[in-house]
């Protein structure tokens, strides 16, 4: 959303350009036959009893220690809003707005976007803080985009986030997990209503290198399509390699849906190697990512994948725009909504009942080496819960964490013989045997 101004492009040619590029991110398309409206919360549901936190206190009396374990349970941590949420799979709800109030978004949830200005994608509207412009009602938020000129635009809508800053950090922003919403859409040409996230820092560096997850983005002029899109700096579409988009629902697929005047949810699966998109609890499709099967070896593995970073959530309701506004702005529309039931995220719990060390990494393959850099990969550790982190050392000092099985190491030492160790960390913390291998730097 940040540079919509390649999307528009993109949308029409992502399939082919995924086809094409035989690269390390895959994408998966389901096509799936059914287009029944359903609601995956309503699925069966398997309650886990989960533990995230250890705490051990130690009690020390007159004669003796005696230490005794608490363990506080991840579904002892649901947020009382959220309570009411089942859990499915697994996926326990750790923070919600189900808009049960009126007035205003809550301020310890969201931040309001104010402004004009385009964002970067010519859009037309002006952001505000308005109750006209964004409304709980006790049920739904609605964001409402209106005709009016109001600070140098023509239009008014609302964007708002959960992305924290050094005066406000309530904990919303996330790495992995489950992110749904469950949202009516507004109609008309020239509306571009998104649901997405981006990186709550900028570690490999300014859009779109730090990466960009689109869940939902919609533009009323092609109301039977849905995109959801990932960016990164290898796929972007200013290098002419689009985003790496997978297509929610074609034309074909949504002809007895309507996104319009019914309600769906949208969202995505993310994991330390995929994110995979849901419509309607419906897996739609996804992009994973094996650094194994990169394409270019020469860059370090962020440059497909940025994915392993905390991301905040954004919704916002853009008028025009490089996309949304492609076929013009039809003035008869307005106002329009953008109508939200929920926000939900989940967390899934990889620490409880683990009882087994992951295992050892195996097959060391040297991708690449020039000079003192070498692109390192393995094969996958497997774990009875999932695999954290992959620590890397040099020479025995630790070198990096890596989310993925490869890494890129740099300044190597010359005319020397390497020896590199990679050990696999689950969320419990149990790491496997290490493996080793040697980088020889002539
Ligand atoms: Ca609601
Ligand atoms: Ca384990």
Redesign the pocket.
């Known amino acids: 959303m940040t540079r919509k101004i390649m999307l528009f492009l993109m949308t029409f040619i992502f399939i082919a350009v995924m086809v094409a590029c035989d690269d390390s991110l895959t994408t998966t398309t389901t096509t799936s036959a059914s287009t029944s409206s359903e609601t995956d919360s309503t699925t069966t549901s398997t309650s886990n009893s989960t533990t995230t936190t250890t705490t051990t206190t130690t009690t020390t009396t007159s004669s003796q220690s005696q230490t005794t374990q608490t363990t506080t349970k991840l579904t002892d941590l649901i947020p009382e809003e959220c309570s009411s949420i089942e859990i499915v799979d697994g996926w326990v709800p750790t923070w919600c707005d189900e808009f049960k109030y009126v007035g205003g978004v809550d301020p310890t949830k969201w931040i309001h976007v104010v402004g004009g200005g385009g964002f970067g994608n010519q859009e037309q509207q002006y952001y505000t803080s308005r109750s006209q412009n964004a409304y709980v009602d006790g049920e739904y938020l609605t964001i409402t985009a209106l005709k009016e000129a109001y600070g140098g635009s023509n239009y008014t809508s609302a964007k708002i986030w959960t992305q924290e800053n050094s005066a406000w950090d309530n904990g919303t922003s996330w790495k992995y997990g489950k992110f749904e919403m469950r949202a009516k859409l507004p109609a008309g040409r020239g509306t571009w209503p998104a649901f997405w996230m981006m990186p709550k820092s900028s570690v490999y560096g300014g859009w779109p290198k730090s990466g960009e997850i689109d869940i939902m983005e919609h533009v009323g002029y092609n109301p039977n399509v849905v995109l959801g899109t990932l960016h990164s700096e290898r796929f972007n579409g200013t290098n002419g390699r689009g985003g790496s988009t997978t297509s929610l629902l074609t034309s074909g697929q949504l002809t007895s849906i309507d996104v319009l005047n019914e309600f769906h949810t949208y969202g995505i699966v993310w994991t330390e190697t995929k994110i995979e998109w849901f419509f309607d609890g419906l897996s739609i499709g996804s992009v994973s990512f094996d650094p194994r099967a990169q394409n270019s070896f020469a860059y370090p593995t962020s440059v497909d994948w940025p994915f392993d970073q905390k991301f905040y959530l954004i919704l916002n309701l853009a008028i025009g725009g490089t996309w949304g506004g492609a076929q013009g702005i039809d003035d008869t529309i307005f106002p329009t909504e953008f109508v939200i039931d929920y926000v939900r995220v989940f967390q899934q719990d990889y620490i409880s009942d683990?009882?087994?060390?992951?295992t050892q990494p195996t097959g060391p393959a040297i991708l690449y080496k020039v000079s003192r850099t070498a692109f390192l990969t393995w094969n996958p550790s497997i774990?009875?819960?999932?695999i954290k982190r992959y620590a890397v050392f040099v020479n025995g000092v630790l070198r990096n964490y890596t989310s993925v099985n490869g890494i890129q190491l740099t300044s190597l030492k010359a005319t020397f013989d390497n020896i590199i160790t990679v050990i696999a960390e689950?969320?419990?913390g149990?790491l496997s045997t290490p493996m080793q291998t040697v980088i020889s730097i002539e």
Not at 383 to 386: A, I, K, R, V, Y
Request: glycine share 0%.
């Open positions: 683990d009882t087994e060390v992951p774990d009875d819960n999932q689950d969320y419990a149990n």
